[in-house]
T-cell receptor
Framework: AQSVSQHNHHVILSEAASLELGCNYSYGGTVNLFWYVQYPGQHLQLLLKYFSGDPLVKGIKGFEAEFIKSKFSFNLRKPSVQWSDTAEYFCAVYSGGYQKVTFGTGTKLQVIP | EAQVTQNPRYLITVTGKKLTVTCSQNMNHEYMSWYRQDPGLGLRQIYYSMNVEVTDKGDVPEGYKVSRKEKRNFPLILESPSPNQTSLYFC?????????????FGPGTRLTVL
């Protein structure tokens, strides 16, 4: 079975600090990778996605993620966080073999002004 | 406006009293899914549907039922709710389940079972 690990459960940063959230998955075949964001009291929204091609993908609000196939990783980054980035972030993996999507357990990011 | 709607948004009920949470999408999506979100466990898939009359179990289907009689609707049924089903539930849809597209999520239903 495929699995997704997000090792950082709760991250606290000051505004302007750089962010990197880890995501590792277990499936060895072709995968599609996603990061979703859930702002307080809201539903999940797509932040960015990787299907193929350039392994460095850019999403909304200055976020980017790098797919490293050899490390089974898809880490999320942002050079300078803002207070408005306070949210919970979920990594998700879709594998054609299973025809299903698996979400990680989420990382809560708190940005202090 | 393209959206996924869920009703009710909040529900408090008692053990054993059957309930249904409705989910509807207006994007003509084939794939629909139900998740529950619990602290520290992330989102776990309950059931999904690849199309009308095609449903399958996700990772945590026990205690739940679903049906997909129409493309736009995918209700979640709890025949006999128990306190361990207290959770935040999300419905989601995507264009197709055979090649993955991003999922669009509903606003969530917070269920408390006493």
């Amino acid at each position: 079975a495929q699995s997704v690990s997000q090792h950082n459960h709760h991250v606290i940063l000051s505004e302007a600090a750089s962010l990197e959230l880890g995501c590792n998955y277990s499936y060895g075949g072709t995968v599609n990778l996603f990061w979703y964001v859930q702002y307080p009291g809201q539903h999940l929204q797509l932040l960015l996605k990787y299907f193929s091609g350039d392994p460095l993908v850019k999403g909304i609000k200055g976020f980017e993620a790098e797919f490293i196939k050899s490390k089974f990783s898809f880490n999320l980054r942002k050079p300078s966080v803002q207070w408005s980035d306070t949210a919970e972030y979920f990594c998700a993996v879709y594998s054609g073999g299973y025809q299903k999507v698996t979400f990680g357990t989420g990382t809560k990011l708190q940005v202090i002004p | 406006e393209a959206q996924v709607t869920q009703n009710p948004r909040y529900l408090i009920t008692v053990t054993g009293k059957k309930l249904t949470v409705t989910c509807s999408q207006n994007m003509n999506h084939e794939y629909m899914s139900w998740y529950r979100q619990d602290p520290g466990l992330g989102l776990r898939q309950i059931y999904y549907s690849m199309n009308v009359e095609v449903t399958d179990k996700g990772d945590v289907p026990e205690g739940y039922k679903v049906s997909r009689k129409e493309k736009r609707n995918f209700p979640l049924i709890l025949e006999s709710p128990s306190p361990n089903q207290t959770s935040l539930y999300f419905c989601a849809s995507s264009a197709s389940g055979t090649s993955y597209n991003e999922q669009f999520f509903g606003p969530g239903t917070r269920l408390t079972v006493l």
